[in-house]
């Protein structure tokens, strides 16, 4: 594959580790190893990370607060983690810059389309916390908004699982698991790896999406170097 550009949608999860929430150190240090690597082979990366590993704004609903508070507590979760996967990756060798969609200058920097091309033309990790800066948009929808804005040519879903299932394979082991799909396909069978607006801003950006599992060591870069299992959701 080697793309020139690629955006990675890390979710909070990822960053849980075993216990499942908050951030795991040995997982954040793993994660950002993998990261470094990459960039150090020449692909220009960009990483849009959730914030599941302490809030989800859907849960705020069942906690008495209304949508917009909940995913304004989410946002902020998210530009946690980014300055969290900062710290990481340059301990790891890369260099790294944390923008917020948010804008919280006494923290990190604000996002901004050229100043985020800019860093990733000069080789830096660039982390986007605070998804799309709106409630009502999930951290997929922002991955796919900000592939789609910094001219990536692939949106890397970095999951659990090692691609698309027809189902959860975790629940149901008669899953069916898919090389390739449409963006199209995966609309029509409603197939929860990203949700339908994502697809949608995908499929309507010419974004091929690259679904694959972060669990093993070292797949970012064999999946940019064609060589990981993968799920591919082409336009």
């Not at 033309?121 to 796919?144: E, R």
């Not at 396909?185 to 091929?208: E, N, P, Q």
């Amino acid at each position: 594959m080697r793309p020139k550009r690629v955006l990675v949608k890390l979710s909070g999860e990822a960053l849980a580790g075993p216990a499942g929430n908050g951030l795991d150190g040995a997982t954040l240090t793993a994660l950002a190893a993998d990261i470094a690597h990459a960039s150090r082979e020449g692909v220009e990366i960009g990483i849009v990370v959730g914030g599941g590993n302490f809030f989800r704004g859907v849960q705020g609903l069942t906690k008495g607060l209304d949508r917009t508070s909940a995913d304004s507590i989410g946002m902020l979760g998210t530009v946690m983690n980014a300055l969290a996967l900062e710290h990481a990756i340059e301990s790891a060798g890369a260099p790294a810059r944390a923008m917020s969609a948010v804008p919280m200058p006494s923290l990190c920097e604000s996002y901004a389309r050229k100043r985020a091309l800019d860093h990733l033309s000069n080789g830096k990790v660039v982390i986007l916390g605070g998804g799309t800066g709106n409630p009502y948009f999930t951290t997929d929808t922002g991955a796919a908004l900000r592939a789609a804005e910094l001219d990536c040519s692939h949106l890397l879903k970095a999951t659990q699982v090692d691609g698309v299932y027809s189902a959860d394979p975790k629940k149901d082991p008669s899953a069916t698991r898919y090389d390739t799909l449409t963006h199209e396909d995966a609309i029509k069978r409603d197939l929860k790896v990203m949700d339908t607006a994502a697809f949608a801003l995908a499929r309507d950006s010419g974004l091929t999406i690259v679904v694959f599992s972060i669990a093993e060591p070292g797949m970012l870069a064999a999946v940019l170097r064609g060589e990981g299992r993968a799920t591919y959701v082409t336009p």
